[in-house]
């Protein structure tokens, strides 16, 4: 990911990722003071690390919660609904960052070949793209509404229910 490349994640992922990267750094600070040297401690240490970082690079290039303008084009930060054209089943997911947003809805990112297929795409569009066994799968975009949009319909159709 380059430091030019904003990645767009929900305000609630943001809070989730500083809290779990406080949590990370409290971790090494206390195995660094401990001592421990051993070969699963020292595995561990760097899975942390690692982890640190990955958190890093993603809430420095963050757009954190601000939506994307409401006009049906899907880009991150858009929940999306798909049909897969050879079956007529419909997905919907939100195109934003795998990892940093959790829940019961799936998260494709942009550099995934299905969120990379979608893409600019518009209500209607058919767009394919190559799984990595090499198939090809179709699929047309319904439709792309915010997340924030969505999130609030959610809440209200929950709350009648």
Not at 45 to 68: C, E, M, S, T, Y
Request: net charge negative.
């Amino acid at each position: 990911m380059t430091s030019a490349q904003r990645v767009w994640i929900s305000p609630q992922a943001y809070e989730r990722l500083h809290g779990e990267l406080a949590t990370l750094r409290e971790l090494c600070t206390a195995a660094a003071a401990g001592g421990d040297a051993d070969e699963n401690s020292d595995a561990l240490r760097q899975w942390w690390q690692a982890r640190i970082q990955q958190i890093h690079d993603v809430l420095v290039d963050a757009a954190v919660g601000k939506d994307p303008p409401d006009d049906g084009i899907a880009e991150p930060g858009m929940v999306l609904t798909i049909r897969y054209d050879d079956t007529g089943d419909i997905e919907t997911f939100l195109l934003g960052v795998r990892g940093a947003e959790y829940g019961d809805m799936e998260v494709y990112s942009i550099q995934s070949p299905l969120g990379a297929a979608v893409a600019g795409a518009r209500p209607g569009e058919r767009r394919t793209y190559l799984l990595p066994g090499g198939a090809a799968l179709t699929v047309t975009l319904l439709d792309a509404v915010p997340y924030g949009m969505h999130a609030k319909a959610r809440g209200r159709s929950e709350a009648i229910a």
